[in-house]
Structure formats: structure tokens, C-alpha cells
């Protein structure tokens, strides 16, 4: 290995639906994290690997957007984010083009000014505003912070997001590989999977429904003669209105979200699968501390 090898952990924050999903999917090179315009889609925080043979190796975070918690599982969300500023080598804070800076984004602000991590700024949708004003975008964040870099980009169209890695390795201590070099994420499948289903359910659904919406993955097993993998999951959901809006008139809401998914959860798994999706109703899980675990939502041990 290299001599002048470099590698550290990177975590990606900012408020709820600024683009830190689509830009960690972005500079992978493939899907991890999954992506909507309703807040809340990341709730737990996804590690992912970016390697560079030559120069080293990034693990990105992507935590949760930093917000007001209104219940436990908001409580979660904001900790697992919050928690992971003074755990990294480099944060990346991504913010929306504005020469506005609002609370919330002060409310960041106040927590980067109590840690010593070097942070670069992500001014991300530059593909929504005129070149000539990103400029004054910059300077409004440059008199609040002194930043590591500002880095104006468009995650979704991927435009200026090939400077990134070089410009993070530039913080990165030396060191070896965390992960193997073709290693993407430290997520099992069945949580990808999970995610997937809720994707699509969030795409689908009206606006009210989404956030009290989890996923099970209650059975996933490739059959013997290999090909096809047989998934049952649970759509979990905290009202009974809610159940019926899921499944839909006959059905045809649970087959949308069904078909939708396995479509990508074939491409992820390379293999055909047969999908088969329930709904149950768990009233106020969202607060309740045991199914919270139950589901997943835990906290992590320091690294």
C-alpha cells in the first residue's frame, strides 16, 4: 500500500431534504441511501465506502437531518446525527443556494462552533439558481463560519462533484483501509432492502403517511435451486386510516409499492425475487422506545 495512503470517516449533515442521500449516492457511484422530497428518509446512519486505490479511502456518514425532535424517533434521528460531528475527520454540511440563513440552519451553526472537526461547506441545487449568484451565496455563509472549503455544486445532476474526494483527502489523517477495496457499505442487505420497500412506499404515498411508516423484513431466503430469493416484509404503520390508504382500492396501492420495489431490489440482488408485502397497524410507534429497537432504530456504539 501506498506510503502517502489516507483514510478517515467523512459525515454528510444538514437539515431534512438538502440532498445528503443524493450526493453520498452520487460520489459511491451507486444507490445506498435511499431518496424522497419528504423529510425523515434517512433515520439511521449509513456508512458507505469510497476507495481510491492510489490516494485512500473515505467512509462516509450519512446521518439523519439535524431538526426539532417531536418524538422518540425524532429524538433518535437528531442524536445519531449530532453525535457523529465530534466522531469524524472532515464534516460536510450541505445547505440550499440562499443568502438567507434560517433557523434551522443557525441551529447547525451553533453546533459546528462547538467542535474542532474541519468542515466544508456543500452550497448544493446550483443547478435551481443563476451562476452569477452563487457568489454572494458564499459570501453569506463565509462571514458565519470559517470554513475548511465551500464547494457550490448540483448533486443531482453531478455537476462539480468530482472535486470532492480530492478535496476531503486533503483533512484525511494517513492510515490503512477500514474495509476491504470493494467494499460499498456496512449495511446488510435486508436493511438495503428494507430501505427500498420504504422508498417506494414514500414515493407512493400521500404526504401525512410516510413518516409513521417502518419496514420489517420478516423472511428473505434464496431458494435452492438459486435464482430467485422470496422476500415477505411488513409495511408497519401507526393508524387504521392509514392501513387502508396503503393497500388501496383492491390492493392496487400494496401492488404499486410492491412492483416498484422489486424491480430495484432485483437490481440489487442481481436475481429475481418474489415480493410479497403485508401491512400491520402498531399504534404510536414512533414513541414507543421497544418497538423503536424492535425495528431497527438503535443507537450505535461508538467507533
Request: with cysteine; charged share 30%.
Amino acid at each position: 500500500m501506498e506510503a502517502n495512503f489516507k483514510s478517515g470517516f467523512v459525515t454528510l449533515i444538514g437539515r431534512p431534504n438538502v440532498g445528503k442521500s443524493t450526493l453520498m449516492n452520487r460520489l459511491i457511484g451507486q444507490k445506498i441511501a435511499i431518496t424522497s422530497k419528504k423529510p425523515q428518509t434517512t433515520r439511521n446512519r449509513i456508512q458507505t465506502v469510497y476507495t481510491d486505490e492510489e490516494r485512500g479511502q473515505i467512509v462516509f456518514l450519512d446521518t439523519p437531518g439535524i431538526h426539532k425532535a417531536k418524538n422518540k424517533l425524532g429524538e433518535y434521528m437528531v442524536n445519531a446525527a449530532e453525535r457523529t460531528l465530534n466522531e469524524v475527520d472532515v464534516v460536510l454540511w450541505l445547505v440550499e443556494p440562499s443568502n438567507f440563513i434560517g433557523a434551522g440552519e443557525r441551529h447547525i451553526l451553533e453546533k459546528l462552533k462547538k467542535v474542532n472537526t474541519p468542515v466544508i461547506l456543500i452550497i448544493n441545487k446550483t443547478d435551481t439558481v443563476k451562476k452569477e449568484q452563487i457568489f454572494g451565496f458564499i459570501d453569506t455563509y463565509r462571514k458565519e463560519y470559517d470554513f475548511a472549503e465551500i464547494v457550490p455544486l448540483s448533486a443531482l445532476r453531478g455537476e462539480n462533484t468530482e472535486i470532492l474526494p480530492e478535496l476531503i483527502f486533503k483533512y484525511l489523517p494517513y492510515g490503512p483501509m477500514f474495509f476491504d477495496a470493494d467494499t460499498v457499505t456496512d449495511q446488510p442487505e435486508r436493511q438495503i432492502v428494507a430501505e427500498i420497500i420504504r422508498e417506494k412506499s414514500l414515493h407512493a404515498l400521500q404526504e401525512e403517511i410516510p413518516h409513521g411508516i417502518a419496514v420489517v423484513i420478516d423472511r428473505m431466503r434464496e431458494r435452492e435451486k438459486g435464482g430467485i430469493t422470496d422476500i415477505e416484509a411488513t409495511i408497519i404503520c401507526e393508524r387504521d386510516s392509514h392501513k387502508g390508504i396503503i393497500i388501496g382500492k383492491g390492493g392496487s396501492m400494496l401492488k404499486k409499492i410492491g412492483t416498484n420495489a422489486r424491480f430495484e431490489i432485483e437490481r440489487l440482488l442481481e436475481c429475481q425475487v418474489h415480493l410479497k408485502l403485508w401491512v400491520k397497524v402498531k399504534k404510536d410507534w414512533r414513541d414507543s422506545e421497544f418497538l423503536l429497537k424492535n425495528f431497527g432504530y438503535q443507537e450505535e456504539k461508538e467507533y
